[in-house]
């Protein structure tokens, strides 16, 4: 698959020719080769029920205050796979992330599928140093970005796709997810906390009751003394 006409076009031996030595490490990824683009360009496909779409840069053109998209409509260029394949894949690729090697790349909050990679690095003779990846999709049910991490050497000691480009893809697509204003989903709790809460107090604690006997009329004050009848004068006496 070759995303542009200055793109390489990547190594994929023709099926019919593939051995029982081919067959076997291509299963587990080598002797395939795909750039960044074209990975992410597949990962889409599979994210928008088996439609490949055409990568492109610019989303719209102004000219004055008129805006004019590049693309009326999505750019397809094919259907590799069907939809009930895709959406079968979909399936997997969540699996990944929520019991295999992706679990770092979990979003809280966000169903995420994807793969981890952990490539060697080609070198003439053999391979030097490795390529931890991971490549998926966010979120699972409702598809609004794809996304692809890739380290080349890393260093530290770690360079499997789960130890080193999982944890990446968790960050990044949490704050890409948040900028674009696409919310977590969160389970409604079946018990709010102040009931639970009251629950656990006594029951006279649990419904206070007010004694109301100065404060009936409203007035926070002691009652005032009757001043009684005006002394001779006509000045009232002060209370005592």
Sequence with gaps: MCSSDLESGGILHNVERWG??????????QGVSVTPLQ????????????????PHLVAAVSRGEVR????????????????????ELTRLLEGVVIE???????????RVAGKTGTAQIPV???????????VGFAPADRPA??????????????????????????AIARQVLLYRGIH???DRPAVWMGETVLAGLPSK??????????????????????????????????PR
């Design 145 to 170: 970005l794809v996304g692809l991490v890739a380290i080349a050497e890393p260093q530290g000691g770690e360079y499997y796709g789960a130890q080193v480009a999982a944890p990446a893809f968790s």
């Design 124 to 134: 003439r003779g053999g391979y030097r140093g490795y390529l931890p990846s991971f």
């Design 100 to 110: 295999g090697t992706g679990k770092p790349a979990a979003v809280a909050g966000y």
């Design 20 to 29: 029982l030595l081919e067959k076997d490490y291509i299963a587990f990824g």
């Design 39 to 54: 990975l992410v360009s597949a990962t889409a496909a599979v994210a928008n029920g088996g439609a490949l779409l055409k």
């Design 205 to 238: 604690a649990a419904t206070p009751v007010l004694e109301v006997d100065a404060l009936a009329d409203g007035d926070d004050h002691e009652p005032v003394a009757d001043p009684g009848p005006p002394a001779e004068g006509g000045r009232p006496h002060a």
């Design 184 to 186: 977590p989903q969160r």
């Design 68 to 87: 004019v998209p590049k693309y009326p409509s999505p750019p397809m260029v094919g259907r590799p796979v069907s939809p009930d394949t895709a959406r």
